[in-house]
């Protein structure tokens, strides 16, 4: 039999019902996006003003991310949740995700408390696994936050998960994710435990450098006065 090309499928009777039934998605994926950027915008705000009061901009970097619809299915069917929009919309808090990369431990809490306390911010949730780290020792604080989006003929409370880390908690993340789940990878206890050990030397390396940061601007206050 032959295979459908996109071509075929482009030009089918059937694609019009295909996208017409899945315009609702496409529709909740739009709006999860629009979420995104309100937030990301509220972090790059609070990064400029933040930084007029300090030698340095608290954020690194920001990314963002929408779950794939395969990862988004796969949840639900984990959880033995019934696979339809309203169940992403209320059962699922990670569709919209925010990635923050900032400079040290305590510009991770400063802007965590700085937009927890805006007046259209909900907070949903707060894990904090830098102060409790996970059993593998990873660090970051996750923040779920709900805020109104406007758009053009309606106003939506969209929730989106928020993950705050430095640049060693981000650095150890990535590599310790490349390492475990690597497809058929077994990793034996013994590595387990030296990236425990890293993790750890990472967290004392943040500390030591948010030390040498704050002897810094203190000395340079000094030599004002």
């Excluded at 169940?87 to 431990?105: M, Q, W, Y």
Aim: contains cysteine.
């Amino acid at each position: 039999m032959k295979s459908l090309t996109l071509t075929d499928f482009l030009s089918s009777p059937q694609t019009d019902t295909f996208i017409e039934s899945a315009q609702p998605f496409f529709k909740l994926m739009m709006q999860y996006q629009c979420a995104m950027l309100e937030i990301q915008t509220k972090f790059q705000v609070l990064n400029t003003e933040m930084s007029l009061d300090r030698d340095h901009k608290s954020i690194e970097s920001i990314t963002c991310r929408l779950k794939q619809p395969k990862s988004i299915i796969d949840k639900l069917k984990r959880r033995n949740i019934e696979i339809n929009l309203k169940n992403i919309e209320t059962e699922l808090h990670d569709v919209a995700g925010i990635r923050v990369i900032c400079s040290f431990p305590d510009d991770i809490y400063k802007l965590a408390e700085k937009i927890c306390s805006q007046d259209d911010v909900t907070l949903i949730e707060k894990k904090d696994y830098i102060s409790s780290p996970k059993p593998n020792d990873y660090r970051s604080l996750h923040l779920i936050l709900e805020i109104p989006v406007f758009f053009a003929n309606e106003t939506k409370r969209i929730k989106v998960e928020v993950q705050l880390r430095t640049i060693a908690m981000d650095f150890w993340a990535s590599i310790e994710h490349k390492v475990r789940y690597k497809k058929e990878n077994i990793v034996p206890q013994y590595i387990l435990d030296d990236l425990r050990q890293c993790a750890d030397r990472i967290y004392e390396m943040d500390l030591h450098m948010q030390k040498i940061s704050h002897q810094i601007e203190q000395y340079n206050l000094d030599k004002k006065i």
